[in-house]
């Protein structure tokens, strides 16, 4: 059977294209850990291989015969909320479950169906650890995943049980034990049912170190997709890989979803003689965002987090932000930003600079008509100055409300912007957006193709926008030499025919007649259309 590239579930060698699983952790670190007794935390932004890797541990320490590992989901004990009655039972269940399953230890299943009625809940998880310790030939492992799935009290519990027996490992507890999940554990916040606030910290003090599961790295990336062409003999364009990298920064799903489509979604290209080229990959790029995966679902799910919008919000607006360290820190955790090795903060990839105001402005774009004959020339050309003619005239009547429809209203104008230019990519264009925090602006490069709609292999008009808020304290003329001088540089940079800069005036002060203008100015060896809104 032909390999195939993986997006549900951990990894099968046998069955898909793979970075080997303990390759990807730093091996040595986690035996030293287990070696001394320690509890750590390992965690990692879902489908990113985690629990390919832990499974992956668990057979490696079962196969050197020191100790007894079991692997154990109870993610299903979110169900519970903050119900410790219910809670804690249903993520013991799931742990004896797993010892019976990867160790064949039934006799601690049968002791736990005895027992478990007449033990606390706010013992229960102390005793079956104490139990399994107690009655192993050898010291026991616990890789213990989907523990931030859990909430409230139920988490609470679980954390403080574990902590109770801490002191009693290795003949009493187990020798060590691994939590795992989306968080670090310091980002656990949880709530009582007397609504105290704890944090994870306080809760499991004894955590030795928290490691994090990466993305693939520049050569992974590459590597994963050179198995295909070994196995099949398909070659990919060189040229793919750069942009492969960019789009995604080695994020494990987007590669392996990236992958599956170009080789298998993409019909024409299951004939493996045939290569795959550059637009063949921009594509499958394209039908990848437009698909809204689960993937990508999950993604717009978290930019309704008050503290991820709090942080996310500056970048799609262009401005500065006081953020918050622990906040920062939990977006990163999350996979949504990265930091550059210079500090800076960025979005994490190419592709979710794509998604994340896509998302945002969903119901906006859904909402405006999405007809493209109009903003067409006679010669099949974008005509710019007729469509953002028209969103200045869209934008005076029906700005504030639509702003006012967004979560993130901070960048409102920017997203209203993007969902009214949407019907571009949705014609048949393509779109990329750039980002920065403390930057100002956000830039666009739009790519129209001038032969069919789709087809980038032929000629194409290039047109770069700039998008800024005139900021309070700031003068027009101050923002105009900066944003001439980016956009200038922009459209260089991208090798673009035409270029626009947008100036958005939120002064409710002032009235449209100010606010809405346009003139052409010459910078350097480029003449650049200036709209105001």
């Not at 437009?290 to 919000?313: F, G, N």
């Not at 309070?472 to 025919?497: C, I, M, N």
Request: hydrophobic share 40%; net charge negative.
């Amino acid at each position: 059977m032909e390999k195939f590239f993986n997006t549900s579930g951990p990894v099968k060698p046998g069955w898909h294209y793979c970075i080997p699983p303990l390759e990807r952790v730093d091996w040595a670190e986690i035996q030293h850990l287990i070696a001394s007794e320690r509890y750590f935390v390992l965690h990692a932004p879902r489908q990113t291989g985690k629990t390919s890797a832990l499974l992956a541990i668990m057979a490696a320490i079962n196969a050197e015969g020191r100790f007894a590992c079991a692997y154990a989901n109870i993610e299903g004990a979110q169900a519970a909320r903050g119900e410790v009655s219910a809670g804690i039972p249903a993520a013991c269940d799931a742990l004896v479950d797993a010892i019976e399953l990867y160790l064949a230890d039934s006799a601690l299943k049968s002791w736990y169906r005895a027992e478990k009625t007449s033990i606390a809940p706010q013992h229960l998880l102390t005793a079956v650890l104490q139990r399994w310790a107690q009655t192993s030939p050898r010291p026991v492992v616990l890789l213990l995943d989907e523990v931030d799935a859990l909430v409230g009290d139920t988490l609470i519990s679980l954390l403080r049980q574990i902590r109770a027996g801490y002191a009693q490992r290795p003949g009493a507890f187990p020798q060590s034990l691994m939590l795992c999940g989306v968080r670090d554990v310091r980002d656990y916040r949880m709530r009582t049912a007397d609504q105290e606030v704890i944090t994870g910290g306080s809760a499991f003090n004894i955590k030795a170190v928290s490691l994090r599961l990466g993305n693939f790295a520049p050569a992974e990336t590459q590597a994963l997709w050179l198995q295909h062409t070994a196995a099949t003999g398909q070659v990919f364009d060189p040229a793919i890989f750069p942009e492969l990298w960019t789009d995604t920064a080695g994020q494990p799903w987007l590669v392996n979803a990236l992958g599956q489509e170009v080789t298998w979604n993409d019909r024409a290209l299951r004939d493996r003689q045939r290569p795959v080229g550059l637009e063949d990959y921009r594509a499958g790029r394209e039908r990848l965002i437009q698909s809204r995966a689960t993937h990508l679902d999950q993604l717009a799910d978290k930019l309704k987090e008050p503290r991820v919008r709090a942080v996310i919000a500056p970048f799609l607006a262009g401005g500065t932000a006081d953020l918050n360290a622990d906040d920062v820190d939990y977006v990163v955790d999350l996979g949504l930003l990265r930091r550059e090795p210079n500090g800076q903060l960025t979005l994490a990839n190419a592709i979710y600079r794509e998604v994340i105001p896509r998302e945002l402005s969903w119901g906006s774009q859904m909402g405006l008509d999405q007809e493209r004959c109009w903003y067409l020339a006679g010669d099949g050309r974008l005509d710019m100055e007729k469509l953002l003619a028209a969103f200045q005239q869209f934008f005076r009547e029906n700005g504030d409300s639509w702003v006012e429809r967004f979560d993130y209203k901070e960048a409102g104008p920017q997203l209203l912007m993007q969902a009214f230019l949407q019907r571009i990519v949705n014609g048949g264009g393509r779109i990329a957006r750039e980002y920065a925090l403390g930057r100002r602006r956000t830039d666009l490069f739009i790519e129209w193709p001038l032969a069919q709609p789709g087809d980038f292999q032929g000629p194409r008009q290039r047109i770069v926008m700039e998008l800024k808020l005139l900021h309070p304290g700031k003068s027009l003329a101050t923002t105009l030499a900066s944003g001439l001088e980016q956009t200038t540089d922009y459209a260089d940079r991208v090798g673009a025919d035409e270029a626009h800069l947008v100036i958005f005036d939120r002064d409710p002060t002032r009235s449209w007649e100010d606010k809405l203008w346009r003139r052409r100015e010459a910078y350097g060896e480029r003449f650049i259309l200036i709209w105001g809104c």
